[in-house]
Nanobody
Framework: QVQLVESGGGLVQAGGSLRLSCAAS????????MGWFRQAPGKEREFVAG????????AYGGSVKGRFTISTDDDKNTVYLQMNSLKPEDTAVYYC???????????WGQGTQVTVSS
């Protein structure tokens, strides 16, 4: 089992920045690929970004490329999502995930709300 706890969401104006954090714990957490997904009201959950521990291997959803950056602190078992140039359409609940490979989620965090005002 893997436990994921997100933090860092909030309200920000368009053009602003936020950094989300996800503390991961549990058995063999380092074997999993980590990621972020988001779900806006009335929409399906979508992949935002993914990364492997101890690796530069990353992947991004098309709508966030060039604006969001995923990274890890391997010593702290923490995954970050730095979000810059935020847009109102980035408003969603953001979920941390752990999965067998990039863009797959076998475990979810509880989610953190991000609201971008215009």
């Amino acid at each position: 089992q893997v436990q994921l706890v997100e933090s860092g969401g909030g309200l920000v104006q368009a053009g602003g920045s936020l950094r989300l954090s996800c503390a991961a714990s549990g058995r063999a957490v380092s074997r999993y690929a980590m990621g972020w997904f988001r779900q806006a009201p009335g929409k399906e959950r979508e992949f935002v970004a993914g990364i492997r521990w101890n690796s530069d291997s990353t992947a991004y959803g098309g709508s966030v490329k060039g604006r969001f950056t995923i990274s890890t602190d391997d010593d702290k078992n923490t995954v970050y999502l730095q979000m810059n140039s935020l847009k109102p359409e980035d408003t969603a609940v953001y979920y941390c995930s752990a999965g067998a490979f990039l863009a797959r989620a076998d475990y979810w965090g509880q989610g953190t709300q991000v609201t971008v005002s215009s």
